[in-house]
Structures are given as structure tokens and as C-alpha cells.
Nanobody
């Protein structure tokens, strides 16, 4: 069974940066896409970014393009989300997830099979 553990969340002021990490118990194989999602209180979970584990091909939600970067280190079984120019509306619980389907590229939560426990990001002055 694949396990995912996020880390790196915290509190920052607007304009600040954070890097989230997602350590996987294994990488590649049947897992085709790894993604980051977020959920703020009272809101639905939304896709942030995804990356193809067999290569690169990152895909971003429009609201993070130019600010966030998703990348991976296959040798370390770890995926990252570099978040720059953070805004208060980026505050949420951030989850990493793994998809065993090619639909994972669409960044929809329903296409992701395995989820981490989440790490909290708070952006506030």
C-alpha cells in the first residue's frame, strides 16, 4: 500500500514563500501522476498542480500559474510544491495525492486514489 506524508506547511506573510514536500513510500510503477490539492474551510477541495511521474509535464491550476512550481525527485520518492508570492487566499490544508490513471493529468480529485494527511498553509499579515 502506498503511503504519502506531507510536510513543510506553516504560517507566512503575504508575498512569502513555502516549499511543501510529499514523501511517498514508493514512486513510479503503477502511479502515473502525483498531484497537490488544497481545501479551505467551507470550500471544496481543488486541484493545484500535477506532475507525470514518468517524466515531467507539470500542469497547474490557473490561480497558481507563475507562482507555484511542482517538481519531483524520483530517487528520493519525493514530490515538492514551491510556492512563491503567497496570498491570503492560498491559505488552506494542502494534500498530496497519487493517481494510477491517465486521467490524473486532469487534476480532478476523483481521479486520485491515495491521499496524504495534509499540511496546513496559512498566509496572513
Amino acid at each position: 500500500q502506498l503511503h504519502l506524508v506531507e510536510s513543510g506547511g506553516g504560517s507566512v506573510t503575504p508575498g512569502g514563500s513555502l516549499t511543501l514536500s510529499c514523501a511517498a513510500s514508493r514512486y513510479g510503477g503503477s502511479i502515473k501522476y502525483m498531484g497537490w490539492f488544497r481545501q479551505a474551510p467551507g470550500k471544496e477541495r481543488e486541484g493545484v498542480a500535477t506532475i507525470f511521474t514518468g517524466g515531467n509535464s507539470p500542469y497547474y491550476a490557473d490561480f497558481v500559474k507563475g507562482r507555484f512550481t511542482i517538481y519531483q525527485n524520483n530517487a528520493k520518492n519525493t514530490m515538492y510544491l514551491q510556492m512563491n508570492s503567497l496570498k491570503p487566499e492560498d491559505s488552506a490544508m494542502y494534500y498530496c495525492a497519487a493517481s494510477s490513471t491517465w486521467s490524473g493529468a486532469d487534476l480532478r480529485a476523483l481521479d486520485y486514489d491515495i491521499w496524504g494527511q495534509g499540511t496546513q498553509v496559512t498566509v496572513s499579515s
